[in-house]
């Protein structure tokens, strides 16, 4: 049985994640002090008691979320359960890059360095209210690429994540997306709400975002990954660090192909996806997408304990 590791992505973040965790797992623990002394800042501090308001500030949430997850796979390695026993790593968005943690292709603390660089950058390469993001059930890709081509008029709108086959969120200017909304109800959707996020991730408004990330990308030390990651913008396995630096630049922009990635590892042969970390959202668009899936979300002491049973 071949088996996935999976990271999720924003929206997943609660205070209190990983606490316990922490306290269970001293290579967990060593997690939260590494991300802490990489930040220069208590982060876990915030992460366990803090406000949860200020964590899902984008440059608090996606380190957060990938200590989190960090913490989760070394507990899981303490019990035995390593990437010696996986195919593939994938992440959703910021879940690439602890996917990319995970596999060794970068270190701990230039990941933490990293993603709080991404998540500021994200945040200021659109003003607050000019950007908005808006998710639409019960229509397929094609159908929301259709209905983003047709609200643009002139303006950004596009399809940012493909999440499952009636699940995809669509991002830009304010206006274009609120026009989205209306034509995706009057095409036959089921919902089609906006999304209380900061900024207009995953389209051609992150571009500034994506010129920072490239120069603070140069600087890091990416490693071939111990086992091939499968990225969202080519929704499939790639080992190469040169692509991996090029492909981490285009996801800024680029669309989130998580419903493609999955099927992508289904075909080579992946029965199981365990998600590592905060919540189960990718257990959900996981099971909407491969027929027979197996999901497993591994986030607590007791989930690991069961994992290991």
């Not at 990983?18 to 997690?31: D, H, N």
């Not at 692509?243 to 999955?262: M, P």
């Not at 959202?281 to 007791?302: C, H, N």
Request: glycine share 8%; hydrophobic share 50%; net charge negative.
């Amino acid at each position: 049985m071949s088996r996935a590791f999976v990271f999720p992505g924003q929206g997943a973040q609660t205070i209190g994640m990983g606490r316990a965790l922490a306290e269970a797992y001293p290579a967990a623990k060593a997690v939260f002090d590494e991300v802490d002394a990489a930040l220069g800042e208590t982060l876990s501090r915030l992460i366990w008691e803090g406000d949860i308001a200020e964590l899902t500030l984008t440059k608090n949430a996606q380190p957060a979320l990938m200590a989190t997850s960090i913490a989760a796979l070394r507990a899981l390695e303490s019990e035995g359960i390593g990437l010696e026993h996986v195919a593939f790593v994938a992440g959703h968005s910021l879940g690439e890059y602890s996917a990319l943690c995970a596999a060794g292709s970068l270190s701990l603390s230039d990941t933490a360095r990293l993603l709080r660089i991404r998540g500021q950058a994200m945040q200021e390469a659109v003003p607050v209210g000019v950007g908005a993001m808006a998710v639409l059930l019960g229509l397929d890709f094609e159908a929301a690429v259709a209905v983003a081509a047709e609200a643009a008029q002139g303006e950004v709108c596009q399809a940012a994540n493909d999440n499952d086959p009636a699940q995809v969120v669509v991002s830009g200017h304010k206006a274009a997306v609120e026009r989205a909304l209306e034509i995706a109800k009057a095409k036959g959707a089921k919902r089609a709400m906006l999304l209380p996020v900061s900024a207009p991730f995953h389209c051609a408004l992150m571009q500034p975002a994506a010129h920072v990330m490239a120069e603070a990308l140069a600087a890091a030390v990416i490693n071939a990954p111990k086992v091939p990651i499968v990225v969202n913008v080519r929704a499939e396995a790639v080992t190469e660090p040169d692509r991996i630096h090029d492909l981490l630049i285009a996801q800024v922009t680029g669309s989130v192909r998580w419903r493609e990635s999955v099927l992508w590892m289904e075909r080579a042969g992946v029965t199981e996806f365990w998600e590592i970390g905060a919540g189960k959202a990718l257990s959900g668009m996981i099971k909407r997408t491969a027929d027979g899936a197996v999901t497993r979300a591994v986030g607590t002491p007791e989930d690991v304990i069961a994992a290991k049973g």
